[in-house]
């Protein structure tokens, strides 16, 4: 079992954590995965459609059976339509997510949202700016309400692009206008992705997945960056902070509370609660040496990186936290959330609360938040959580005796900015002087098609030492936390030129910059060097890598980096091997419509060769030195 376990993660908590809950006989994500194999080929390629019920249909990828579904449609027709919509389900995700945030802005604009308030007038101020509202003499109030219903209006269909589109190079603005990519409006370019991919209407693969572009890019420019916007107004600006990360961050002696999802609206609240002295003193009395409250997967990462709070785990560990059976409580609220975890909780006493009226989950108590009840709710469910420490089974509790890592976290683009000291100019002249070669945002998810996080730590090693900055979001940067890499230490593993800049500054070598919807943070940092060196993103030596993404939310990201003119690398192949015309759309075509192609590579010692090879092409391209490769 325990060479099982190896195949699974490369995580040392994540090891001791799969052989407790193989003797605890509870299942995980990996068993799961074995017991679906083999998976369907026909889905695996994206052969297969289910759009109408005159199918379902499939297309046989060797020639010998039907070639067209009922209605006609061909390999390529499928591929793109299936790609699509895969796509438009990741925007409608990170864009509903942006938009639950404007909604509570407008509730704080309304003095009906108690458990809120502005926490950032300057960056209110800035982004009302953008949005062309008169800012002089208005108070803070009034000015959210007025940007909030501003927003609101980008994910209508009334304006012809989206606001924050403006934050993009002219060039690059003028690539989008010239390809017919320029996101008009969020929910319009979802809502016609669905459209077009109804039986029927759109059955030309090239545009479908023009559209299907436009569409991640309405996300990226538009929900996601308001989510990113809104977040920052409301519960602050990330800055520079120390934390911690793996299982060892929880504590055998205090009330652990584990929140998880995305959204900082609910787990903010929960924080705030936790501080509370009477709840403080409540778990003092039940014999509790304090609360513990720690984060999972992306509203974690929202949390360390405002709060500087500890980091229990990435996606695949989800499972594995609660199996230390040390969790009395997991506040749960959207996006990839396991609907398996409830199972897990129930081999312990650990109580599964689901808070969001658009995601509950089997064998969750739910307890539904809204602005105007948040802290209430927040307050009630760390009493609960309290009040089940004494629960706890003894038995059952095995924290796995890892040290906590330490992380920095907290570096939003300001927070970069503001390092440089003020102004972009110093990582470009470092850039320029090929101290530093490049830059790479590795992102997204774990996935059990990969072993748990080798992925990320092999492509990361690999870059760093070849003197590129990385920037991490999402379940990434758990996985670099936890290896160490966001530490002034880890400056010993970066190439010469990279731990000079780092040092100078005092930053690691691999920067956290947020949660999944924070890869919009990335764009506005390549806009911002692209703008100072007066050339298009896609000029820069700069690329973006998910090495084992999952998500539909994941491949809208990848679009969007591409889209905007980031060569991007995928680990898993996404389902579209069915039609090598999408294949070569994808990883060729695009280089001559948007000036990026995404590069699919499994094994990440190949992908970081790619990517090295990318960025010093990219600088020999701007005259810069070059390094063979
Ligand atoms: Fe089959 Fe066409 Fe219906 Fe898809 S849309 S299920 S290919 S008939
Ligand atoms: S949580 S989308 S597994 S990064 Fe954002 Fe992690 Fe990917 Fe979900």
């Known amino acids: 079992m325990d060479a099982l376990h190896d195949n699974y993660t490369v995580t040392e908590d994540g090891r001791a954590l799969l052989k407790k809950a193989d003797n605890d006989q509870v299942e995980t994500v990996w068993d799961r995965h074995q017991a679906q194999q083999p998976h369907c080929g026909y889905c695996e390629t994206g052969l297969s459609c289910r759009n109408c019920i005159m199918g379902p249909c499939r297309v046989d990828p060797f020639g010998e059976g039907p070639q067209q579904g009922v209605c006609g449609a061909d390999a390529d027709i499928i591929v793109a339509r299936n790609l699509a919509r895969m796509i438009a389900a990741g925007a409608a995700s990170h864009s509903d997510h942006g938009r639950d945030l404007v909604e509570v802005l407008l509730k704080v604009a309304e003095g009906k949202a108690a458990g809120y308030s ?6 209110l101020h800035s982004v009302a700016a953008e949005y062309g509202l008169a800012v002089d003499g208005k108070d803070d109030l009034t000015l959210a309400g007025e940007l909030a219903h501003a927003m609101q209006e980008d994910y209508g269909t009334r304006k012809s ?3 924050l589109l403006a934050r993009a190079p002219e060039k690059r603005r003028a690539i989008w206008e010239k390809v017919g990519m320029t996101p008009r409006g969020i929910d319009r370019e979802t809502s016609e992705a669905m459209h077009r991919t109804h039986m029927g209407v759109d059955n030309d693969w090239v545009s479908i997945l023009v559209h299907a572009m436009r569409n991640a890019l309405s996300d990226g420019w538009g929900g996601s960056m308001i989510a990113t916007e809104v977040s920052d107004i409301l519960f602050g600006i990330p ?3 120390k934390s911690t990360a793996n299982i060892g961050v929880l504590q055998d002696d205090k009330v652990n509370i584990v929140v998880h999802g995305h959204n900082p609206v609910v787990s903010e609240t929960v924080v705030a609660a936790c501080n509370a002295p009477e709840l403080l003193k409540q778990a003092e009395e039940n014999g509790a040496g304090g609360i513990n409250l720690v984060g999972v997967c992306c509203t974690g990462n929202e949390l360390m990186m405002r709060h500087g709070l500890p980091m229990a785990g990435n996606h695949l560990m989800t499972e594995l936290v609660l199996v230390t059976g040390a969790v009395e409580m997991m506040i749960v609220d959207y996006q990839c959330i396991m609907p398996s975890i409830s199972q897990t909780a ?18 969750m108590e739910h307890h539904e938040f809204t602005p105007e009840n948040a802290y209430q709710k927040a307050e009630g469910l760390v009493k609960a959580a309290v009040e089940n420490f004494s629960r706890r089974n003894q038995n059952r509790v095995a924290i796995p005796a890892v040290r906590p890592q330490e992380v920095v976290s907290g570096l939003s683009v300001e927070a970069i900015i503001g390092a440089l000291g003020g102004t972009p100019d110093p990582l470009i002249d470092a850039i320029k002087a090929g101290k530093i070669r490049g830059a790479v945002g590795v992102v997204g998810c774990n996935n059990p098609k990969i072993k748990h996080d080798y992925g990320h730590r092999e492509l990361t090693s690999q870059l760093i030492a070849n003197d590129i900055l990385v920037l991490d979001t999402g379940c990434v940067s758990v996985a670099h936390a936890k290896a160490g890499f966001k530490t002034l230490d880890a400056l010993e593993q970066a190439g010469p030129g990279l731990k000079e800049i780092c040092t100078a500054l005092g930053i690691p070598p691999v920067l956290h910059v947020g949660s999944c919807v924070d890869n919009v943070r990335i764009l506005v940092l390549v806009s911002a060097l692209a703008n100072t060196l007066g050339c298009d993103i896609s000029d820069l030596p700069v690329a973006g890598s998910a090495p084992e993404w999952y998500s539909e939310k994941a ?25 090598m015309n999408v294949v070569n759309l994808l990883t060729k075509g695009l280089e001559d419509v948007v000036g990026a192609t995404f590069a699919i590579e499994p094994d990440p010692q190949k992908a970081s060769r790619i990517i090295i090879r990318h960025i010093e092409n990219k600088r020999k391209a701007l005259g810069l030195d070059s390094r063979d490769v």
């Not at 312990?348 to 689901?354: C, D, F, G, N, R």
């Not at 969007?560 to 389902?575: D, I």
């Open 118 to 123: 502005i926490k950032d007038p300057a960056k």
């Open 161 to 163: 692009s989206v606001t």
């Open 239 to 241: 800055q520079p902070n």
């Open 346 to 363: 129930a081999c312990y006493h650990t109580k599964m609360i689901s808070t969001s009226e658009k995601a509950k989950f089997p064998g």
């Open 555 to 579: 491949a809208t990201i990848g679009c969007y980096f591409v889209a905007s003119g980031v060569l991007t690398h995928l680990g898993p192949m996404p389902p579209v091997t069915g039609s």
